[in-house]
């Protein structure tokens, strides 16, 4: 009871501090503050990130009290959480010869090299800092607030090392070992990131977080199964934890398991107690790999209503309309893909594939163009641009396009009968028996090609000489 009181007391009392403190700000007025009274009122901006009121304050205090050796420490972690680490080390420099024993310094010192990039000087005023130590937790700690400060810049090559020694100080630390468990995946070395936390398990059970993680890890290593046990172990230690319920969604999909996905997906809606038009698409998904396309359009409608901005629903609408033969719906949903997003390639070949089912030659042949510009490396972009040109006999816009297909290095047989065709029909008989001997070359089966599209060359002898010598190296 007496200690909930002196806490009640001193709680009170902090709050008092920072409004008198606020209150001289805007009144314009001078109070006095003592040394600790200012340490408190940095460390309650600092820890609400209120960097800008910290430096004020920082400013303030010394000027009130400067020779205070705390306040000057303080001042450097401020100017480094505002990432001035130069002005920062300046501040330090400045206090170093006055109190060589002040461990912080030599650690704020060693933040702010890290900041600047020089890691072979923060290494030097980090083991300064670790000389001073007096007792193993304190060794433990700060080794741990080293490789922190390494982490923040993604350095965590740097870091490990101080945690291999803060573990082998202290092998029962949980910080420590999930600071070692993050490091090693953020270095990709996924099996000794496992074996930490585990180590963390085998210590508390039923934390939640950390079999989180170990279902990450084991999904990083194509482990499904385990990733899944460990998902499910936390999901049973908290239900109602978003990071698990929505990993066994994803795993469950992708195993194509979609009953348990459309179950965690569920869960997930349920749990956020929001509406993610994200997650509602990913259900319809499940339902529609389940041939249950009336309630997949349910979801895909569902999700449309949350975001209108997304073309991958308008994408699977028109899908789902195209497989029960509502073309006209599907066109009109396919359209709607491509004007949200000009930049994807795949929503302009649906759009140009129901376009033509539809006799729409226009369309079709400006929804595959622009495929074939947003990606040209696509093989079958090209096959549908000239195979629509073909079927809508564009002789010479078919031979510019499949020499411009050439040119985009695709050579085979495919390519070559149809242009070899083309030439043919155009009455460019040495060049088109150039690529047709180049087709044969290629792959003689496709060939039949050729004959569909020009069956008048069947008769040129030219052509059953090339086949016959084919035939005779064969």
Not at 425 to 437: A, G, N, P, T
Request: charged share 30%; aromatic share 16%.
């Amino acid at each position: 009871m007496k200690e909930e009181y002196n806490n009640l007391f001193n709680e009170n009392h902090f709050d008092e501090l920072i409004g008198r403190y606020e209150e001289m700000i805007r009144s314009g007025r001078t109070y006095y503050f003592d040394v600790e009274d200012f340490e408190y009122i940095l460390d309650y901006y600092v820890d609400t990130d209120q960097y800008g009121k910290a430096l004020r304050a920082v400013k303030y205090g010394l000027k009130i009290h400067p020779q205070a050796i705390s306040l000057m420490i303080k001042k450097a972690h401020v100017l480094l959480k505002n990432e001035f680490p130069r002005k920062a080390l300046t501040t330090l420099n400045n206090i170093g010869s006055v109190d060589l024993l002040n461990n912080e310094i030599f650690m704020a010192r060693g933040h702010a090299n890290v900041m600047l990039g020089n890691s072979s000087q923060a290494k030097i005023e980090y083991n300064k800092a670790l000389k001073l130590v007096s007792n193993k937790e304190e060794a433990v700690e700060l080794m741990q607030n080293i490789a922190q400060t390494f982490e923040i810049i993604y350095d965590y090559k740097q870091a490990l090392p101080y945690l291999l020694k803060a573990y082998k100080l202290d092998n029962e630390n949980v910080f420590v070992l999930q600071d070692l468990a993050h490091c090693y995946e953020k270095l990709g070395k996924h099996e000794f990131a496992l074996k930490y936390y585990h180590y963390y398990i085998d210590m508390d059970p039923f934390s939640e977080e950390i079999w989180n993680s170990i279902g990450r890890t084991y999904k990083e290593l194509g482990n499904i199964e385990k990733a899944i046990n460990a998902f499910e172990y936390a999901n049973a230690i908290r239900p109602d934890s978003y990071d698990s319920i929505f990993e066994l969604a994803i795993l469950y999909q992708d195993r194509r398991e979609y009953n348990k996905a459309i179950k965690y997906y569920n869960e997930y809606l349920e749990a956020t107690e929001e509406e993610s038009a994200e997650i509602i698409l990913s259900i319809g998904y499940c339902y529609n790999a389940l041939n249950e396309h009336k309630k997949a359009l349910e979801y895909y409608h569902k999700a449309l209503e949350h975001n209108h901005h997304n073309p991958e629903i308008y994408h699977e609408i028109s899908n789902i309309y195209f497989e029960q033969s509502n073309y006209w719906d599907a066109l009109f949903y396919a359209k709607r893909a491509t004007i949200i997003d000009e930049e994807t390639d795949y929503y302009f070949i649906s759009y140009g594939q129901i376009a033509s089912l539809l006799k729409l030659k226009s369309e079709a042949i400006i929804a595959f163009e622009k495929a074939v510009e947003l990606n040209p490396k696509v093989y079958n972009n090209w096959i549908l641009l000239i195979d629509e040109l073909i079927r809508h006999g564009y002789i010479y816009r078919t031979i510019a396009t499949l020499e411009e297909a050439i040119a985009n290095d695709f050579r085979n047989s495919e390519i070559y009968f149809r242009i070899a065709a083309f030439l043919y029909k155009d009455r460019e008989y040495i060049k088109s028996l150039k690529y047709f001997k180049r087709g044969m070359k290629d792959n003689p089966d496709n060939r039949t090609i050729f004959f569909e599209i020009c069956p008048e060359a069947k008769k040129s002898k030219a052509i059953k000489q090339s086949i016959k010598g084919w035939i005779e190296n064969f």
